[in-house]
Structure formats: C-alpha cells, structure tokens
C-alpha cells in the first residue's frame, strides 16, 4: 500500500530521471510521466482508473475514482502552461487570471470542465505532466466555476515541496475525502478543529458538593426508586396516574401531528392491525371488560414510545381501573427491562419468575407432593390402570417408586408443567390467568422476538390473557421479520399523558414522602435527613406553577417521554451546573425562590459536564457541520423550519416525503451527502422522526447503513430547538465549543481566554459566535422564504440582553 512517505520518495525519484531538454508527445507524457505520478506518487489504484473512457464521441484521458469522482486531462510535455505571478502561500489562484495569461491552459480548462459536466464529475485536473491545475467544475455555492479558484502546482519541483498538501487534494484518499472541493472554499484542507480541542482536559466532569451529591441521591430515591416500593405503590398510582393521551397546551406542535403519534407506521399498500388508543378525546377504549375477553387468543398488544407510560397504565389498571378484576385472577408481571438483564435463556428466566410468583403472591408450591397428586389426578388414574397397576396391592413400595418416577419426568418438562399447574389451580378456584410481559423493548432486538414468541405461546396454549409491551418500530419489524405475523386483531396505542401534570402530581408525591405524609417504614432514617430535599422540591412546584416557560421546556424538550422528564428534574435537582446552596438558602430565608428558565436550559445542555459533550447532552448542536461549506451552519435549522412550515408538503399526519425534501434542500445548494447526515443526525437527537420510527446507524468507516426512510417529520423536540432554544444565550454560549469556526479571523477572536467561565468572557465568545453565524448567512446566495436566522436571533436577544444587564449590575 502506497504511503504518503513512500509517495514523497517516487516523486523525488521521477524528478531526478526526467532530462530537463525532453519535449514528449501526449502518449510518452502520459506513459513516463502522468502514470507514474498518480500511481507511484500519489498512491491511486489502477482498478479505479479509467483511460481513454469514451462517451458520446468525446475521450477522457483518466478518470479517476469509483465511483468518478475526477476528470485528468493529459496535454504533450511541450504545452507550457503560463501561470501568474505571485502565487499564493496556499497553493490557490484564481481560475480567470490563469485562463487569461495562458491561451493552453485555457483551452485544456474548458476542454476539462466540459466532460465533467457532461459525466457529472465534480473536479476537473489538466496537466502536462510537470504543471497540474485543479479546479471544481461544478459548484452549487452561487459561484460559477470560472469564478471560482484552482489548486495550482506550477512544476514537480514545487509539487515536491509542497508534497503534504498534493497528497491531502489529489491523491486517491484526499480526493475521496474531497478535501480539495474544502481546500478551495475555504482555504483548509481540512475542517477546522473544534474550539473544544484547545480546553484543558475536554470533556472534564464538574464534581458535585457534598450537598449536591447528598440531594441527587435523596432525588432518585424519593422520585423514581421509592415508587416501585410494595408500601407506596398503591398510594402512587391513586395520587399520581395521569390519563394517557392528553394533549399538553405547551406543545409547540401541532394538535393534527400530536394526534397522529402513532400513526403511519404502515404503509398504505400493506396489510395492518387496526390501532386503537385506550382513551381518545370521548372514550375509553380500554374497559376492564377486555380482561375477560378472548382476543383470538392472541396478546394484547400495548403499543406506545419509550417513557409514554406502558408500565403505569398496567399498573393503576391492577391498583385503580380494573382493580377488582386483578384481585380476583391471578396475576404474574414479569419485568423483561433489568430483572432479566443477566438471563442468557429468556424462556428459563420467565418460567422461573411465573414458578416464584406463584409460590409468593399465591401460595402455590408447583413442586409440593399434595399439589402434585391434584393437578395430575388423572395421569395417576391412568398410570393405577396401566402395567404397574397391579403391583399397588403386592408391592406398593415398587409401585410407589414408579409413580414418583413419573410424576418426576411430568415435572421436568417445565414449562408443559407450569402451565398443567397455573391452569388446573385457576379452574378449580375459577380464577381468570393475566401476564404481564413488561419493558422488552429495553433489550436487544432478538429478546424482543423471543418475548413476542413467549407471550403468543401463554395467550394461546396457557389460556391467559396476556399484555406484551412495545415500542413502534419494535412491532414494525417484528411484524416483518414474522415474529408477529399473526398479529392481534387490536393493538391498543398508548400516548403520554400531558407532562405538566405529570410531573407536578411525582413533585407533590415526593414531596409529601420527604415531609414524612406518607409513610414508608423503611425509609424512616432517610426523612431525618430530606429537609434540604423538601426545600428544593417546593422552589420546583412554585417555579413550575408560575412560569410557563419551565412546563413548555419540560413538555418539548423530553418528547413526550414521561420518563425522560423526570428523570431530567431528577438530574436537575443533584446538577453540578446548578446552584442547589443558593436556592435553599434563600427558600429558608425567605420562604420562595423562582428558578429560571435558563438554570434548567444549562443543565439540559451541560449535563454533569463543564462544557457542552455531544454524546451525554440531551441537546443538539443545530449549527454543528462536517464539511467547510459555510452555508451547512444552517442546514439543520433549515431542515427543521422546512418540516415544521412547509404545510403543502405535509400529508394529514405531519410526514412529508424525503424525496421533496430533499428536492427542496438541494434547491438551496445542499449536497446530497449534507442532506442524509442532515437526516441522519436529527433523527439520532429526535428532533425528527420517521414513519417507522428507525434511527440510522454507521459502520466502521462511518457510512450511513441502511435505506433512507421514505418521509419525516418533526417532533417537539425538534421544534423547541428551532423555536426556542438555537437563539438564546445559554445556546451559543455552549454550542460555540462544538461548532467549527471556519472564518480564521473569528476563530482566531473566539480562541482568546478560552478556558475563563467568568461571565463576561462567555457573553463575549457568544456574541462573536453569533456575529460570525450572521456574517455566514448574510453572505449565503440562495436563502430559503420559510427560514429567517435573523429573525430567529432578534426572537432570543432579550436573554443576552438579561446577561449584559446583570454584567453591568455587578
């Protein structure tokens, strides 16, 4: 494999057997020159090369890459081209001053641009084996390619000194990279490193207080573990449970797009279940009565994204809805989420939980002798009047050991003799059986199939009524991958219910626990230490209760997704990034403390991290690029205005489809490659969803795996971001790290005291990104109607104003 030092040397090799008084025709140059360069020295593939490619009566010289990425037209040794003086330290000079001064050059330009626009190629390199000029020979940056610069090598000579950059634009990894199309916008012939990689030690923690550590662990405790807890669960679904469905009136969605949650998870031309929700706006769809019916003897199917409240609304159906039906079956919930995490066989781990629940819910010993003898009376009837039936009498010791012998055998098939057990003790007490199989979509995607396959064989062989638990793009596939090809008849959706009620009912719950007006035995120890807890707990309920925006923040930026939002007031509460001290402090002097918005906007951000970190923040870096297109600081926001506006592309449902969006993106100059990272990208944070709910994921060499879905739409999240949150202070005071600055001036300003959190500094940095971001789209050709990024930054300048003001105060 050819190197970059390997290259270096062939260069200097060639250079050195070249006469200085040769004048070769077109063949000898290509053959003893060009050939050697580009396959000795610039490290191409010759099974990537074609020569002397003929199409519509025109030949190519080479063209090179699979698939063509570049057009190398070849001119005889002789062809001098006259270069301009002066050229620049970057290698780069304008295309018309070199096209003026050399009538060759000129020509063998045209000549060039003209088979790649013809091929579709998008660079074009002409040479005479010693000088080699490349260029962009189509643009979508407003610039026409005459315009436009070239990489300029005026002789081998000078490719030699300057080897690092010709290996980096023309080789055949640099031009597969495109990093001469980066190179000739920008001048880089890379993108620019993040200012993240200057900070000392990047991504670095913030190391909770002691007081913080103490009140993120009173949090977890007191919202989220303390409600699994045999003492308080019944108390909290009759307190906390919320009606699934409610539309929140903080969304920044649509009412059409919230309603349609679920929908389009098929196709048109294929055949479905029919979905139904379990509360719509006039009914409840979902009465106890479906308990007892006999659904084809199929699982009921509740179906609902990750955090909607799956697990809740069976829970206050056992507690609350349909509670006598629960009390007088017996039920076995088997948690599939981290229960099973260390089961290798998931059919031995749920056998085993249905053998233990039955012993400790329901006294019944699967095992016992006297049970035995019940369920399996008439296997002992027939086994009296079989062969060893005539030894009870005459040798009953015998006959003894061979009944045992058989009912051992009975009992090591475990899972024929559950069932054999469930179902005789439900009959002869006249009880219904229900099973709950909970949180299989927390596992891999085969777990999932195998709990599909499970909860069919208990519907229809254990006579039970039995609940799977999924997610969308779980029943999708395993509907396809005929898991589910017999599917139920009725799928019942699950949607979130509104996420201001929710959390101020677990706030009020927790707090009633921390105060000590619940009580919880074996949490008594804890209570003693709660009161800074209960402090916090009541600034969140009076802030939440009076500013709006807090309850618009939690309802967007978590999806919908109950559990996302409280574990982020959870997280929030224990934040390193806020200041628990200060609002305790003054919540016991003066009783009241309003939290505002942009404490929970930079927790959100920030995480437990002193910077924004992509990979942990439940945010996303809209302005973020992978390429030096300035104009991609946009795309994102621009893709989600798109989706968010664009009603005439919208079908009933919100989706529009990708080929329109796409259409209408590269319209604006997009690149394909932008746009599917674009979609990509967004739909991997949720800011958009597909119809089958997929994320996308890459290989190893980073490449997109799988077919683009064929529409999106935008989420809450999506929509908080575009309308919320890109504009504000606390935004570009984190996402500055994040975002390649292309501009050297301004990357060049934003670099001084990089490291300083004092206040002024980071107002300083976020104005210069914002004039940056603004330069950038005051510069852009071709801007789009339904996107306005300075409308967008006058929206969010009273929270800079607010920062300049306290700077000015103090």
Same mark, same amino acid.
């Given at each position: 494999?050819?190197?970059?030092?390997?290259?270096? #040397?062939?260069?200097?090799?060639?250079?050195?057997?070249?006469?200085?008084?040769?004048?070769?025709?077109?063949?000898?140059?290509?053959?003893?020159?060009?050939?050697?360069?580009?396959?000795?020295?610039?490290?191409?593939?010759?099974?990537?090369?074609?020569?002397?490619?003929?199409?519509?009566?025109?030949?190519?010289?080479?063209?090179?890459?699979?698939?063509?990425?570049?057009?190398?037209?070849?001119?005889?040794?002789?062809?001098?081209?006259?270069?301009?003086?002066?050229?620049?330290?970057?290698?780069?000079?304008?295309?018309?001053?070199?096209?003026?001064?050399?009538?060759?050059?000129?020509?063998?330009?045209?000549?060039?641009?003209?088979?790649?626009?013809?091929?579709?190629?998008?660079?074009?390199?002409?040479?005479?084996?010693?000088?080699?000029?490349?260029?962009?020979?189509?643009?979508?940056?407003?610039?026409?390619?005459?315009?436009?610069?070239?990489?300029?090598?005026?002789?081998?000579?000078?490719?030699?000194?300057?080897?690092?950059?010709?290996?980096?634009?023309?080789?055949?990894?640099?031009?597969?990279?495109?990093?001469?199309?980066?190179?000739?916008?920008?001048?880089?012939?890379?993108?620019?490193?993040?200012?993240?990689?200057?900070?000392?030690?990047?991504?670095?923690?913030?190391?909770?207080?002691?007081?913080?550590?103490?009140?993120?662990?009173?949090?977890?405790?007191?919202?989220?573990?303390?409600?699994?807890?045999?003492?308080?669960?019944?108390?909290?679904?009759?307190?906390?449970?919320?009606?699934?469905?409610?539309?929140?009136?903080?969304?920044?969605?649509? #009412?059409?797009?919230?309603?349609?949650?679920?929908?389009?998870?098929?196709?048109?031309?294929?055949?479905?279940?029919?979905?139904?929700?379990?509360?719509?706006?006039?009914?409840?769809?979902?009465?106890?009565?479906?308990?007892?019916?006999?659904?084809?003897?199929?699982?009921?199917?509740?179906?609902?994204?990750?955090?909607?409240?799956?697990?809740?609304?069976?829970?206050?159906?056992?507690?609350?809805?349909?509670?006598?039906?629960?009390?007088?079956?017996?039920?076995?919930?088997?948690?599939?989420?981290?229960?099973?995490?260390?089961?290798?066989?998931? #059919?031995?781990?749920?056998?085993?939980?249905?053998?233990?629940?039955?012993?400790?819910?329901?006294?019944?010993?699967?095992?016992?002798?006297?049970?035995?003898?019940?369920?399996?009376?008439?296997?002992?009837?027939?086994?009296?009047?079989?062969?060893?039936?005539?030894?009870?009498?005459?040798?009953?010791?015998?006959?003894?050991?061979?009944?045992?012998?058989?009912?051992?055998?009975?009992?090591?098939?475990?899972?024929?003799?559950?069932?054999?057990?469930?179902?005789?003790?439900?009959?002869?007490?006249?009880?219904?059986?229900?099973?709950?199989?909970?949180?299989?979509?927390?596992?891999?995607?085969?777990?999932?199939?195998?709990?599909?396959?499970?909860?069919?064989?208990?519907?229809?062989?254990?006579?039970?009524?039995?609940?799977?638990?999924?997610?969308?793009?779980?029943?999708?596939?395993?509907?396809?991958?005929?898991?589910?090809?017999?599917?139920?008849?009725?799928?019942?959706?699950?949607?979130?219910?509104?996420?201001?009620?929710?959390?101020?009912?677990?706030?009020?719950?927790?707090?009633?626990?921390?105060?000590?007006?619940?009580?919880?035995?074996?949490?008594?120890?804890?209570?003693?230490?709660?009161?800074?807890?209960?402090?916090?707990?009541?600034?969140?309920?009076?802030?939440?209760?009076?500013?709006?925006?807090?309850?618009?923040?939690?309802?967007?930026?978590?999806?919908?997704?109950?559990?996302?939002?409280?574990?982020?007031?959870?997280?929030?509460?224990?934040?390193?990034?806020?200041?628990?001290?200060?609002?305790?402090?003054?919540?016991?002097?003066?009783e009241s403390y309003q939290i505002p918005l942009h404490e929970f906007t930079k927790s959100a951000l920030l995480g437990n991290y002193s910077h924004y970190n992509a990979d942990t923040s439940i945010a996303m870096n809209v302005y973020d690029i992978a390429s030096t297109d300035p104009k991609e600081h946009f795309l994102k926001p621009i893709l989600l205005a798109l989706l968010e506006s664009a009603q005439e592309l919208h079908d009933n449902d919100g989706f529009c489809k990708t080929k329109e969006l796409t259409s209408e993106l590269q319209g604006l100059g997009f690149t394909l490659d932008q746009i599917t990272r674009a979609f990509r990208d967004c739909t991997n944070k949720k800011l958009i969803e597909t119809s089958q709910r997929v994320t996308f994921e890459e290989d190893i060499n980073g490449v997109l795996v799988g077919k683009i879905p064929d529409s999106f739409r935008v989420t809450s999240i999506g929509a908080y971001h575009l309308k919320r949150w890109m504009s504000v202070f606390t935004y570009f005071d984190a996402m500055v790290f994040d975002t390649p600055i292309l501009d050297k001036d301004a990357r060049e300003k934003l670099s001084e005291d990089l490291n300083s959190f004092n206040i002024n500094a980071r107002y300083c940095r976020a104005v210069a990104f914002k004039s940056y971001l603004m330069d950038v789209w005051?510069?852009?050709?071709?801007?789009?109607?339904?996107?306005?990024?300075?409308?967008?930054?006058?929206?969010?300048?009273?929270?800079?104003?607010?920062? #300049?003001?306290?700077?000015?105060?103090?």
């Open positions: 494999m050819q190197t970059l030092a390997k290259g270096q #040397k062939a260069l200097k090799e060639l250079i050195d057997t070249l006469s200085s008084d040769s004048n070769m025709n077109e063949a000898q140059t290509r053959f003893h020159i060009i050939d050697r360069v580009l396959f000795h020295c610039l490290g191409w593939s010759k099974d990537v090369v074609e020569v002397e490619n003929h199409e519509e009566r025109k030949f190519t010289d080479y063209e090179l890459g699979s698939p063509r990425s570049a057009v190398l037209e070849a001119k005889r040794e002789g062809t001098f081209f006259e270069i301009p003086a002066s050229l620049s330290k970057n290698l780069t000079i304008d295309l018309d001053s070199i096209m003026k001064l050399s009538a060759d050059a000129s020509e063998a330009i045209k000549q060039a641009q003209g088979y790649c626009s013809q091929r579709g190629i998008p660079i074009a390199i002409v040479s005479n084996g010693h000088q080699y000029i490349a260029f962009l020979a189509s643009r979508q940056d407003g610039v026409s390619v005459y315009e436009g610069d070239a990489v300029v090598f005026h002789s081998l000579q000078h490719m030699l000194k300057n080897f690092n950059s010709a290996w980096q634009l023309l080789s055949q990894a640099g031009i597969a990279d495109r990093n001469i199309a980066r190179y000739l916008i920008s001048g880089e012939s890379g993108i620019p490193s993040k200012l993240s990689s200057k900070l000392t030690d990047h991504p670095s923690a913030r190391y909770q207080s002691e007081m913080q550590a103490t009140l993120s662990q009173l949090s977890e405790l007191f919202l989220q573990d303390l409600i699994d807890n045999k003492e308080v669960e019944k108390a909290f679904f009759a307190e906390c449970y919320c009606e699934s469905g409610s539309l929140s009136k903080y969304a920044l969605l649509s #009412k059409n797009i919230l309603e349609a949650r679920y929908a389009s998870l098929f196709s048109g031309h294929e055949a479905a279940p029919h979905l139904t929700p379990v509360k719509d706006k006039k009914t409840d769809n979902f009465s106890p009565g479906v308990l007892t019916e006999a659904i084809a003897r199929r699982p009921i199917v509740l179906l609902g994204d990750v955090g909607v409240g799956k697990t809740s609304f069976v829970k206050n159906l056992i507690y609350n809805s349909a509670y006598d039906e629960f009390q007088s079956a017996i039920y076995i919930y088997i948690d599939l989420g981290s229960t099973a995490a260390l089961s290798v066989d998931l #059919k031995t781990f749920v056998l085993n939980e249905v053998e233990r629940q039955l012993f400790e819910n329901y006294d019944i010993d699967v095992s016992a002798h006297k049970f035995l003898k019940a369920i399996y009376a008439s296997d002992i009837h027939k086994f009296g009047n079989g062969i060893w039936g005539a030894k009870k009498t005459s040798d009953p010791d015998l006959y003894d050991s061979k009944l045992l012998e058989m009912l051992e055998a009975l009992t090591k098939e475990k899972d024929q003799h559950l069932k054999r057990s469930i179902n005789g003790h439900a009959n002869s007490t006249k009880r219904q059986i229900i099973i709950s199989l909970d949180n299989a979509d927390q596992r891999d995607f085969e777990i999932q199939q195998s709990a599909f396959i499970i909860a069919q064989e208990f519907a229809k062989d254990w006579n039970s009524t039995v609940f799977v638990s999924v997610r969308p793009q779980t029943f999708f596939k395993s509907k396809r991958s005929g898991a589910l090809a017999a599917y139920p008849h009725k799928v019942f959706t699950i949607s979130p219910p509104r996420i201001d009620v929710v959390v101020k009912k677990r706030l009020s719950f927790a707090l009633n626990m921390a105060e000590g007006k619940v009580s919880i035995e074996t949490i008594d120890y804890v209570r003693l230490n709660a009161g800074n807890l209960a402090q916090f707990l009541k600034a969140l309920i009076t802030s939440l209760s009076s500013n709006y925006e807090l309850y618009e923040f939690l309802s967007n930026i978590t999806g919908g997704n109950i559990r996302a939002a409280i574990e982020f007031v959870t997280n929030f509460i224990g934040s390193p990034n806020v200041d628990a001290e200060k609002i305790i402090r003054i919540m016991n002097e003066e005051d510069n852009m050709a071709n801007k789009p109607h339904f996107f306005d990024f300075n409308q967008y930054c006058d929206a969010g300048e009273n929270t800079f104003f607010a920062v #300049k003001r306290a700077i000015e105060r103090h």
